[in-house]
């Protein structure tokens, strides 16, 4: 249905790209200590961590993690202990990046720290609001109060 991610991520945002923070290019993502123990416990030993990312959710993206027994072509190595990979596509909304484990009790979830990230959703309900929209409104607005004086 998309050709490649950057097409599903502007579909998703119909049409609006997201704004992507330049200032940390090239600083492949990292792990914690406490997500490379919990990673390595999870890993058989043929497996890599892949961390990409995917449009969809809430705020438009979503983060995803899964194991893998081959990296393919393009996919770029962040971590050796453990394997972690990443994709050529999800790069660019990654650098910077650090995975992290979250431990509540008998929950563990992994979680990005994003510095690149515009917004999060962390309530279950976010968007992004087009601030040229609300120019729109407020133009509007002060041209029919404008007109109801005459």
Request: aromatic share 14%.
């Amino acid at each position: 249905m998309y050709k490649d991610l950057k097409e599903k991520i502007l579909w998703d945002f119909h049409g609006n790209a997201p704004n992507i923070d330049e200032r940390y290019h090239g600083q492949l993502p990292k792990l914690t200590k406490k997500a490379a123990i919990f990673i390595s416990e999870n890993l058989k030993p043929w497996e890599y961590f892949k961390l990409g990312v995917q449009g969809g959710g809430c705020g438009g993206f979503e983060y995803s993690f899964e194991s893998v027994s081959t990296v393919e072509e393009g996919d770029l190595m962040f971590s050796d202990s453990p394997p972690a990979i990443t994709d050529k596509e999800s790069i660019q909304f990654l650098y910077g990046s650090e995975v992290d484990l979250e431990d509540a009790n008998m929950n563990k979830l992994l979680k990005v720290k994003n510095p690149g990230a515009q917004m999060s959703c962390g309530c279950g309900s976010s968007f992004n609001y087009d601030p040229n929209y609300l120019d729109q409104l407020l133009d509007q607005f002060a041209l029919e109060e404008k007109n109801a004086w005459f």
